[in-house]
């Protein structure tokens, strides 16, 4: 009779849990009991914003859509104006938000992924992204990049112009894309870290690009503010005859001469006038 008993518990046990998954639709969301938010925005900050502030408007933008905020905590060094290299803080940086990531995955799903960065977050965050498209743990349509002065921007990085300078900063050159990932790349022309040309190319343009560093590379917030972003910067063309060294060497010194003379005399200018 024991035996019986069992027999009848165990049936109906199985019966329940059959009827139970037969149940849910097909493509139903297979986030558990709805806990789970429609998505999730992973901010990375730029060099000296460890805790992603650069990157709020457009966490903003995607908490107003239901999405959790997962601001990305990482040292956001540049030895030797930080306690860590570059490659150590981009490193430290890329591990940290995949773990992150991958977490967020495994307990959501269903969710949409959001990876967003500036400047070193955007290195950080592009790399991340690569490295979900080639590996396949993600599925592609549930991710989404957006990257704001990408150095690794193909057209025009700073790191697929310049090369190895600084100890420990390599420059990577330009990724090998995302896959079927969608991103956008946002970039300010003039902008030295993600529209810089070869010198060789266009010397000019090449200084102008460096001094915009420290005119544009700031200036990116009301962009991170809004959903469509500008049309990507081109790039001169090679010219048809390759300059010549020392026509190089010319037009780069006589334009930081014509860049820096503005700041010189108004510096000069105020020293003279007190």
């Known amino acids: 009779m024991r035996k019986y008993a069992i027999s009848v518990a165990c049936t109906v046990a199985v019966t329940a849990g059959v009827t139970l998954v037969m149940s849910v639709p097909a493509g139903a969301d297979p986030n558990d009991g709805g806990s789970c938010p429609a ?3 992973f901010a990375v900050g730029g ?3 460890p805790t992603g502030q650069t990157t709020q408007p457009v966490t903003d933008r995607y908490v107003a859509q239901g999405y959790a905020a997962k601001p990305v905590t990482y040292p956001a060094s540049f030895w030797p104006l930080g306690d860590q290299t570059y490659d150590q ?3 430290a940086g890329a591990q940290t938000l995949r773990t992150e990531v991958n977490a967020f995955h495994a307990q959501c799903p ?3 992924i ?3 960065g500036y400047s070193q977050g955007a290195r950080i965050a592009g790399d991340v992204l690569g490295d979900i498209a080639r590996d396949g743990s993600i599925p592609q349509s549930q991710v989404e990049g957006v990257l704001y002065a990408d150095p690794r921007n193909s057209a025009g990085g700073i790191e ?6 600084v100890p420990g900063a390599t420059m990577s050159g330009a990724r090998g894309g995302f896959g079927d990932i969608a991103v956008r790349e946002v970039c300010i022309e003039g902008d030295g870290i993600c529209n810089m040309p070869k010198p060789r190319d266009a010397p000019e343009v090449f200084v102008d690009s460096v001094f915009g560093y420290f005119t544009k590379h700031n200036t990116y ?4 503010s809004e959903p469509a972003p500008p049309a990507a910067p081109a790039l001169p063309e ?4 390759p300059l010549q060294p020392a026509d190089i060497a010319t037009a780069i010194v006589t334009r930081v001469v014509e860049n820096i003379t503005p700041y010189l005399t108004a510096a000069l200018t105020t020293v003279l006038t007190k």
């Open 110 to 112: 269903g969710s949409e």
């Open 47 to 49: 060099t000296w914003d």
């Open 238 to 241: 090679t010219p048809s005859v």
């Open 221 to 224: 917030t009301p962009m991170m």
């Open 114 to 116: 959001v990876v967003t």
């Open 160 to 165: 697929t112009v310049v090369p190895n300078v």
């Open 89 to 91: 803080s981009v490193a």
């Open 39 to 41: 998505g999730a925005v």
